[in-house]
């Protein structure tokens, strides 16, 4: 069973950073592409950065130029550092991995989601 685990979360005052981290588990074989996502109250589930595993970089415009995604292949990790954090940038950020393959048998999994993790942006 492929688990994706984010940690990282917390309150901040606005300028502030915080960095998110996000590990998957599971006799991982591969991973193509991991991203965060995101969900404010009343609002849909958004994208906000991905990262492909040869490290290509996509970000939203709410993102770019604040947080940056990085992954650490080796350790089936993706990290999402952001600064200069606004209120509007309160929500559940989730982690997501696609076309992953994991297992002695090479199951794969079209896309996995962690559980999320909040973000409180307030003074």
């Known amino acids: 069973q492929v688990q994706l685990v984010e940690s990282g979360g917390g309150l901040v005052q606005p300028g502030g950073s915080l960095r998110l981290s996000c590990a998957a588990s599971?006799?991982?074989?591969?991973?193509?592409?991991m991203a965060w996502y995101r969900q404010a109250p009343g609002k849909q589930r958004e994208l906000v950065a991905g990262v492909t595993s040869g490290g290509s970089t996509h970000y939203a415009d709410s993102a770019r130029g604040r947080f940056t995604i990085s992954g650490d292949n080796a350790k089936n990790t993706v990290y999402l550092q952001m600064n200069s954090l606004k209120p509007e940038d309160t929500a559940v950020y989730y982690c997501?991995?696609?076309?992953?393959?994991?297992?002695?048998?090479?199951?794969?999994?079209?896309?996995?989601w962690g559980q999320g993790t909040l973000v409180t942006v307030s003074s």
């Open positions: 997501n991995a696609v076309r992953v393959v994991a297992g002695s048998d090479n199951t794969r999994y079209p896309e996995v």
């Open positions: 599971g006799s991982i074989v591969s991973i193509n592409g």
